[in-house]
């Protein structure tokens, strides 16, 4: 019976399969189980028993941190941004008790919170402590980059990030340091080959993929979800300065190799000129700062940070980028304030804008507005005495935080295209001589200024 | 397979199975066979399809955790781990132990630990001491006991050293000829057959536990005066013990942790890893009140100098309003037993890879140590700067804290020090009494952040200048007439002994004798009359009120000054000009005082005291203060004698010496 041996060959295979997908489910389940809660939550979808204990990893580490007078406060993007809508609320009434979990019970696979590190001791006490409440931690250490700019130093290596496990929930705790520049600075997030890769899922902590460069905060002392806490005084702006946070470290070892085939120029004028250079740079960044101008570094001073880490004692001048949707009337009359006289003004907030200051003793402080186009960068120069026209220009770029000259200051990230645009793929060799005019390997003609706007494009004092 | 449903209309024949009836039906009903075939067809492409996919995800899942880390998260930076050496499962070292006069080795299981063949160099009786546990080389001392009192230093060492480690002794050239009786019955106590006979140029091996037994002992008499005896090879097998009876059972806390490590990788530090009663490493000293300096960063500079740095730390840890967070300790070369003092101390350490050589070597450590801390305490308008060999007074940070706002506000000043050149036992008598010098003492001062950033780094000596660092502070190019604040009392004293500029001799003459304040919490006099204008009306109301000693004496004679207490008396000694120190040096020189190059001087006016005499000596005429001369008296002139024993060096003493 041909048709009947079908049908039993077609139903016991149709057994086997059911029989095998069960085997795969199980096998399945079992091993999503052995890999951490996170990654099982992430399938699982969010359930009301996943926020409460979200909110309990929360508390129980406030309550850890706090037994060893630890002083954190919470930086999670998340929660700021929840804490934010708020704000008004949660400031008059800092004790108020909340009738829901708001904050502590979105969804989410970490908390973070900040710790300055000068404000504790490296007591191992707390992480005995921790691994008694349960938690798992991990700690990420690297080399301190405040010794790093120095000749042959090497210190201990100091913990950049802590990560404290709790069933489900994370708590990422970012270390904070301050530099010189007076601001706080906290590392990258680099896992060493013999660490658990697998620990937390890493890529979606919000901070260590960059080092980070953040002013001082003003805190606040809160309670929400029946918790209290310390958060930036001003969530917003904190979260504002996030997204623009990342941090540049000065290339040392490059600086070194460059003093190497470059012996640095020890003279009493290199030396004085820098001091100058100096002065005048804090001088112009509080001047911008205090104006909420943003500005980078540009040309010689740029060159000067990137390649050796220092100004160019030959240089002559500080150099500083704008964008010209930063450009403020205030400008010139806040410099003058300041003690720096308007020397002379090229262009127009239209076209080709460039401000020259003058410093102590002959070190000039040039301005150069920067225009955005669809697919460059470009700023003007003006040769005075013919009225020709300049452009160079810039791939894009976005702006970075670094330390210079015990100076928090903006460079563009992407720094070796921005410095090879200006000088070439030759930046690396030092040139006494530079024509502003022509040795600049991205300039272009521009033509030249109608000679009845001279008396408004140039102007020299 | 849900769709289909049993036919519930046809109910299946009793007697049969629920399969047959199932069978039947779908024998006599084409259609639903069809149906059905068709169904367990797409259930297995289904099944299919579901474990393709599964298989897939979990292929994914793993892929994505693996990636997920692997990324941006890497460490950029190849990790280069020093492959570590194999746990030693063994139980037994080999050891061999070389002597001649040349040279001396010792080897530890094929590891060369010690080699000195250098000449004239490592003369005397080496001693290492090994873990008996591991095996690992804990300290490493030679004492030239052909020479005296060292022998006294070797018998200090041997009864530091734990019971049950394991002593390797070595002799290079000669080492017998000061080893007094006391020691060779320490060596006999470790069971050592021939140490009370050891003589003139023998060569001598022995390995042993301390408090145990002997592995091993060779000796080679020296036939005649003048030759040495024939070089000996001992090789010898130890047995280790477990780690449990090596180590001492303290309670488990953080410290005995740090005191565990620590004791575990060196010796000869006594009774800090005396397993009965070990010494404290935490000291707690009373907080002061109103600390001024408590965020001051204290910079500690060191050589490879262990059990100076040891004593040193905890003479600073030991002071009243420390603040350990604020120390770092620099540490010129690769050293490791200074670092294991640091972190036996809980204090953070950072190495320095030495630069140039000599006085130019201590020179850029300082510059490289000074910018770090900087650097480390970017708020710090000050560092306390200090050297491994100075002990430190118990109201340091005190002294300090009651007088760093005058750093802050007078320009004129250069920095604060707490060290008095000319503050000796019998010079030095008030511990509230400050002075301003237009020298630069060192040994424990603060340097204020903006002369260091705007002046001192930018111009520092580079490492192919020879230079001492405070040699080139002290310079006027530098120096810019300011001054600086130091106390009548010292507040650190420099007991280093071992040192570049630094010897035996050279230490008891000038520093031996040295003041050194032992009273907590001095209240400072009259801490704003330091400053420049109002120091100048007090050095002339001081004046004025002292008594004019008779100048016809002779002033190196202890009657010069009256059997009197709590006076104030002036002599005027001849000056001709500013840089004319020609009496004041033989001054100096018959008060027993500093008087290698002239220290402690403001205007022409030295302070100190005598039989508990505040005594003023005045430069005529170069000084301000000449006027204050009654002109009946005539200054004093002494000649400096005849002949100058040839040109004597000033060795730059407040540098850290490194040996």
């Not at chain 1, 404000?119 to 980059?145: S, Y």
């Not at chain 1, 127009?348 to 955005?372: A, C, H, P, W």
């Not at chain 2, 250069?414 to 060290?419: G, H, R």
């Amino acid at each position: 019976m041909q048709k009947i041996n079908r049908n039993v060959v077609l139903a016991l295979l149709s057994l086997t399969s059911l029989v095998f997908l069960l085997f795969q489910l199980c096998y399945y389940k079992f091993y999503l189980s052995q890999k951490n809660g996170a990654a099982f939550s992430k399938v699982r979808g969010s359930q009301s028993g996943q926020d409460s204990t979200r909110w309990h990893v929360v508390r129980k580490f406030l309550g850890l941190i706090s037994s060893h007078n630890i002083p954190v406060y919470l930086i999670d993007p998340l929660i700021l941004g929840l804490i934010n809508k708020d704000i008004e609320q949660i400031r008059s009434s800092p004790d108020g008790p909340s009738p829901e979990c708001k904050y502590f019970c979105a969804p989410r696979d970490f908390t973070t919170f900040a710790l300055l590190d000068k404000t504790w001791k490296h007591e191992v006490g707390l992480f005995r402590t921790a691994e008694k409440m349960g938690f798992q931690w991990l700690k990420i250490i690297n080399k301190d980059p405040r010794l790093d700019g120095m000749d042959d130093l090497s210190g201990m290596e100091i913990p950049l990030h802590y990560i404290f496990k709790l069933a489900s929930h994370a708590i990422h705790l970012v270390v904070f340091y301050e530099r010189s520049g007076n601001f706080l600075w906290h590392g990258p997030l680099r896992l060493k080959q013999h660490m658990d890769r697998k620990f937390v899922p890493f890529r979606k902590l919000h901070f260590g993929r960059y080092p980070g460069a953040y002013e001082k905060p003003e805190l606040l002392l809160v309670s929400i979800d029946d918790l209290k806490v310390q958060i930036p005084k001003n969530p917003s702006s904190f979260l504002q300065e996030m997204s623009h946070s990342r941090f540049l470290e000065c290339r040392y070892r490059e600086a070194r190799a460059f003093f190497q085939l470059y012996p640095d120029d020890a003279s009493l004028d290199a030396v004085e000129f820098r001091k100058k250079a100096k002065s005048l740079l804090h001088l112009a960044a509080l001047t911008l700062n205090n104006l909420g101008v943003k500005f980078w570094l540009s040309s010689g001073t740029c060159l000067g940070w990137y390649r050796q880490c220092n100004v160019i004692p030959h240089s002559k001048d500080v150099d500083l980028g704008i964008f010209i949707r930063d450009y403020k009337a205030d400008i010139i009359p806040a410099f003058q304030k300041a003690g720096l006289p308007l020397k002379h003004k090229f262009g127009k907030v239209e076209d080709s804008l460039e401000l020259s200051f003058q410093g102590e003793d002959d070190v000039k402080l040039d301005i150069f507005f920067f225009y955005e186009e669809d697919d460059h960068i470009w700023n003007g120069g003006t040769q005075a005495k013919s009225g020709k026209k300049f452009k160079y220009l810039f791939p894009k770029f976005t702006l970075c935080w670094t330390e210079f000259v015990e100076l928090k200051v903006h460079v563009p990230c992407e720094t070796q295209q921005y410095v090879e645009a200006n000088y070439g793929p030759e930046w690396k060799v030092p040139v006494k001589m530079w024509d502003w005019k022509s040795s600049p390997s991205n300039v272009q003609d521009n033509g030249v200024w109608p000679v009845d706007e001279w008396d408004e494009v140039i102007q020299i004092y | 397979m849900d769709e289909w449903k049993p036919n519930p209309v046809v109910k299946p024949h009793k007697k049969r199975s629920w399969y047959l009836a199932w069978k039947y039906k779908l024998m006599n009903q084409r259609a639903l066979r069809k149906l059905c075939q068709t169904g367990a067809v797409l259930f297995l492409l289904v099944t299919v399809i579901v474990n393709i996919k599964l298989i897939l995800d979990t292929r994914r899942a793993a892929y994505e955790e693996e990636e997920e880390s692997a990324q941006d998260y890497d460490d950029e930076m190849l990790n280069v781990e020093v492959p570590r050496h194999p746990v030693n499962n063994k139980k037994v070292l080999d050891v061999e132990v070389y002597s001649s006069r040349s040279k001396v080795y010792v080897a530890v299981d094929g590891t060369t630990v010690l080699e000195d063949e250098a000449r004239e160099q490592g003369r005397g009786i080496h001693v290492i001491v090994l873990n008996q546990a591991t095996g690992h080389v804990m300290a490493k001392r030679v004492f030239d006991t052909y020479s005296p009192h060292e022998d006294e230093a070797m018998v200090l060492f041997l009864n530091m050293v734990a019971r049950g480690r394991i002593l390797i002794f070595t002799i290079k050239d000669e080492g017998s000829f000061h080893l007094k009786e006391t020691a060779k019955n320490v060596l006999k106590s470790l069971g050592s057959q021939v140490a009370p006979f050891l003589s003139w140029r023998d060569m001598w091996t022995f390995v042993g536990k301390k408090g145990g037994e002997v592995y091993g002992e060779k000796h080679a008499k020296s036939p005649a005066l003048s030759t040495w005896g024939d070089p000996v090879l001992l090789k010898t097998e130890v047995h280790l013990t477990s780690v449990e009876d090596a180590e001492c059972h303290w309670p488990d806390t953080e410290l005995n942790r740090r005191r565990k490590r620590f004791c575990s990788k060196v010796e000869g530090y006594g009774s800090v890893c005396s397993c009965k009663d070990p010494t404290p490493i935490e000291f707690n000293p009373d907080p002061l009140k109103d600390n001024k300096v408590f965020d001051v960063p204290v910079a500690v500079i060191a050589g490879n100098r262990p059990n100076y740095l040891y004593r040193m730390l905890r003479s600073l840890l030991s002071a009243q309003g420390v603040n350990p967070q604020m120390i770092t300790v620099f540490i010129d070369g690769y050293y490791e037993e200074p670092m294991d003092v640091v972190e036996l101390f809980g204090l953070s350490g950072i190495q320095h890879t030495p630069i140039s050589i000599k006085n130019a070597r201590v020179s850029q450590h300082y510059k490289a140590s000074l910018t770090a801390t900087f650097n480390l305490f970017p708020e710090a308008k000050f560092a306390v700067v200090l050297e491994e060999d100075l002990d430190i007074s118990v109201d340091f940070f005190s002294f300090l804290s009651q007088s760093i706002h005058l750093l802050e506000e007078d320009e004129s000043l250069y920095c604060i020090s707490a060290w008095n050149d000319q503050g000796y036992e019998h010079t030095a008598e008030d511990p509230s009494l400050l002075y301003r010098v237009e020298t630069m003492p060192g040994l424990g001062w603060v340097l204020r952040k903006s002369l260091y950033k705007d002046e001192l780094e930018p111009k520092w000596p580079t490492p192919e200048k020879l230079w001492d660092w405070d040699m080139w502070m002290r310079m006027p190019e530098q120096r810019k007439g300011r001054e600086c604040i130091i106390p009548d009392i010292s507040r650190s004293y420099h007991f280093g002994i071992v040192g570049l500029n630094m010897n035996g001799y050279f230490h008891e003459a000038y520093f031996k004798k040295h003041k050194f304040n032992t009273v907590p919490n001095v209240q400072l006099k009259n801490v704003e009359s330091l400053r420049k204008d109002n120091y100048e009306t007090e050095i002339h109301r001081l004046l004025g009120e002292a008594e004019v000693l008779d100048h016809s004496k002779n002033p190196c004679e202890d009657s010069f000054v009256p059997d009197t207490e709590g006076r104030v008396y002036v002599m005027f000694i001849r000056m001709e000009q500013e840089a004319d120190f020609t009496t004041w040096t033989q001054l100096a020189k018959c008060l027993h005082i500093w008087d290698l190059d002239v220290r402690g001087n403001h205007k022409g006016l030295w302070r100190l005291f005598r039989k508990k005499n505040h005594f003023l000596v005045v430069g005529v005429p170069a000084s301000p203060y000449s006027s204050k001369k009654p002109s009946s008296v005539t200054p004093i002139y002494m000649e400096p004698p005849a002949k100058e024993e040839g040109a004597v060096a000033v060795p730059a003493v407040a540098a850290a010496e490194q040996t």
